[in-house]
Structures are given as structure tokens and as C-alpha cells.
């Protein structure tokens, strides 16, 4: 009688914990919406820029011959999948400015010294929020890339679709909160999020195929984890929807979306890995 009694307490104990963290993940993780709908000028931002991408280079690599791309298709499909992937990837390369901003402003160490029941509700209210931006973001895209005729996939492409940029939203905001807390000042910040987010896109086959750049850039393009994922939405664009299909020939070898989606998902696990233990420290 002892036994299951004490069982029912832990069972009760589990119970009011969970749904304290919950309530705490999502006051905090409303909050940022709350900022979000005072200052929305950052959500339209976030989906202008790659607009204007899309309608810029579709327009200027119209007339590029027939065999500039692999299977013949437009600029403007082939763009479209590269410009979804570079979204959510700024979009959660963004992820430790509201962090940081907290810490500078205060507001982080009154909710160091509040009554929380786990202070990762801090954490996981930031991913829930970039997550859910990052892929409102995205979607964005794909509904202009679809109005303008490039196309839009079937359901299985679309599933493949989230739970790619969800693996690539996942690792990239591990790796911002992690500079949250280790990055003296948002000047910081925000200086590493200018000089990496150019840097990344040209660098991987988000405007151009391998096949078409010199071999160095080649090299570097076929380890970008932007390739990883934008080679896999190329495919959930496709007609023959198979994951053991090559799609990328990398200098190294092929490389098929099986792989691809192996990879984002190391990724993501590996950069929580490392940057659970800097959080746990600085939120202690």
C-alpha cells in the first residue's frame, strides 16, 4: 500500500511539474509574439528580402540557356528552394538577438532570480518562437513561388519539406543562443549574423548548381549544410519523389537525400549537445 501510494506522489509531482514548465514555456514564449506584433517590421523583413531575390534573379537568369540547370528546369524553380532554405536559416541565425537583448536589458537575470520550475523553459520558448517565424517565413515564399508558377509539391514533398528546415531551424538556433550567451554585446551579434549570412548562401547551391562553380567553391558547397537542405526541397518540388535519388555530386562522392537528411539531423543533435552544457552554466 506504501509502494503505490508513494508511486501515485511521484506520478502527482511529475504531473504539477509538467504543467508548471509548460505554463512557463508558454507565458515566455508569448511574450515574444507579444514583441513581435508591436514591432512586426522584422516579420515582413524577414519575407521581403527573399521576395525581392526571387523577382530579381528569376528575372535577370530568364534567358540563361536551356542547359545552365540539371533536368532543364527555370531559374525561378531552381532559385525558389534555395530562397525557402536561406529564409529559415536567417530567420533562426537571428535566434540569441531577443536573448541577448534580455540580457542587456535586465530582463534575463529577473527570470534568473524568479520562482521558475526549470529556467530551460527560457530556451525552449526561444526555439518554439523561432521555429514557428522561420517556417511562417518560409511559407511565405513558397506560396509567392507558387503564385508566380514555379510550382508546389505534392504532400509528401511538403512533409519533407518541414522536417527539413526543421533539422536546419534546430541546429542554426543552437548555434545563436549558444553566441547569446557567450558574445559580450548584441554589436557582436549582430556583426557575426552580416558577415556569415552572405557568406553562406553564395557558398552553397542555393543560386547556382555545383557543376557550374570553380572546384574550390565546389568543395565548400558540398559540406554547407544550406545544401543539405535545399537539395532535398529541390526534390520534394520533383515529380519522381525518391529519397535514394543522387542529388548532389559532390567533389567527395554522391551524395542522395537519405544522406542529406542523415547529416541535418547529426547537425542538430551534435550543436545541442555542445551548447546544453554553456546554457545549463549560464543559467544556473
Known amino acids: 500500500m506504501t509502494i503505490f501510494n508513494s ?25 515574444l509574439f507579444i514583441q513581435l506584433i508591436r514591432r512586426p517590421s522584422t516579420l515582413f523583413a524577414g519575407i521581403l528580402q527573399p521576395l525581392i531575390w526571387l523577382f530579381l534573379f528569376a528575372a535577370l537568369f530568364s534567358n540563361a540557356p536551356v542547359d545552365f540547370l540539371p533536368g532543364g528546369t527555370s531559374y525561378g524553380e531552381f532559385l525558389g528552394a534555395g530562397l525557402i532554405v536561406f529564409t529559415a536559416f536567417s530567420g533562426a541565425l537571428n535566434a540569441g538577438l531577443p536573448v541577448m537583448f534580455d540580457r542587456e536589458f ?10 521558475l520550475n526549470s529556467r530551460s523553459s527560457i530556451v525552449i ?8 517565424i522561420s517556417l511562417l517565413q518560409s511559407f511565405a515564399i513558397m506560396a509567392t513561388s507558387a503564385f508566380l508558377g514555379y510550382g508546389w509539391p ?15 531551424v534546430f541546429s542554426i538556433t543552437a ?13 557582436e551579434l549582430i556583426a557575426i549574423i552580416f558577415v556569415a549570412n552572405l557568406p553562406v548562401l553564395f557558398a552553397s547551391t542555393a543560386l ?45 562522392g554522391d551524395v542522395n537525400g537519405y544522406v542529406c537528411l542523415a547529416i541535418l539531423f547529426i547537425l542538430a543533435i551534435g550543436l545541442f549537445y555542445l551548447v546544453v552544457p554553456l546554457l545549463n552554466r549560464k543559467l544556473a
Open 125 to 132: 520558448s526561444s526555439v518554439i518562437y523561432i521555429t514557428s
Open 154 to 168: 505534392s504532400f509528401l514533398g511538403f512533409i519533407l519539406i518541414v522536417m527539413t528546415l526543421l533539422l536546419l
Open 175 to 187: 548555434l545563436s543562443l549558444g553566441l547569446a550567451f557567450v558574445l559580450p554585446g548584441h554589436i
Open 208 to 252: 547556382a548548381p555545383i557543376s557550374f562553380m570553380p572546384s574550390w567553391l565546389g568543395w565548400i558547397a558540398s559540406v554547407n549544410p544550406l545544401t543539405f537542405a535545399i537539395e532535398p526541397i529541390r526534390l520534394a518540388y520533383s515529380d519522381s519523389f525518391d529519397l535514394g535519388t543522387v542529388l548532389i555530386n559532390a567533389p567527395y
Open 7 to 31: 508511486s501515485l506522489k511521484e506520478k502527482e509531482i511529475y504531473r504539477n511539474d509538467f504543467n508548471e514548465i509548460f505554463q512557463e514555456t508558454s507565458a515566455l514564449t508569448w511574450r
Open 106 to 115: 535586465g530582463f534575463l537575470n529577473r527570470l534568473l532570480v524568479a520562482p
